[in-house]
Nanobody, 117 residues
Framework: QVQLAESGGGLVHPGGSLTLSCVAS????????MGWYRQIPGKERELVAT????????NYADSVKGRFNIFRDIPNKSASLEMTNLKPEDTAVYFC??????????WGQGTQVTVSS
């Protein structure tokens, strides 16, 4: 069983910063990709940032480029998402995601990020 433990969500003012963390554990058959998606009520889940394990470049949504940075600690199966200059439109539930070597997706339970004055 695979578990993804997320932390770091919360309430922040516009222009502020937050860092989300995710640690994967359990029977994981290798991790090809790890990252974050987000979802607001009534809309589809969208990619925020992912980073492959093989040294490839990270992939960012256009809306967060230049503001968010994703880091991975591959041996420890963890990832963090540093979010700066947050905007109200960044408000969403953020989900950690991994794609294992078989192409299977696993998801965390989600952590709420609210950007509001």
């Amino acid at each position: 069983q695979v578990q993804l433990a997320e932390s770091g969500g919360g309430l922040v003012h516009p222009g502020g910063s937050l860092t989300l963390s995710c640690v994967a554990s359990g029977s994981i058959f290798g991790i090809n990709d790890m990252g974050w998606y987000r979802q607001i009520p009534g809309k589809e889940r969208e990619l925020v940032a992912t980073r492959p394990s093989g040294g490839g470049r990270p992939n960012y949504a256009d809306s967060v480029k230049g503001r968010f940075n994703i880091f991975r600690d591959i041996p420890n199966k963890s990832a963090s998402l540093e979010m700066t200059n947050l905007k109200p439109e960044d408000t969403a539930v953020y989900f950690c995601n991994i794609v294992d070597s078989l192409g299977l997706h696993y998801w965390g339970q989600g952590t709420q990020v609210t950007v509001s004055s």
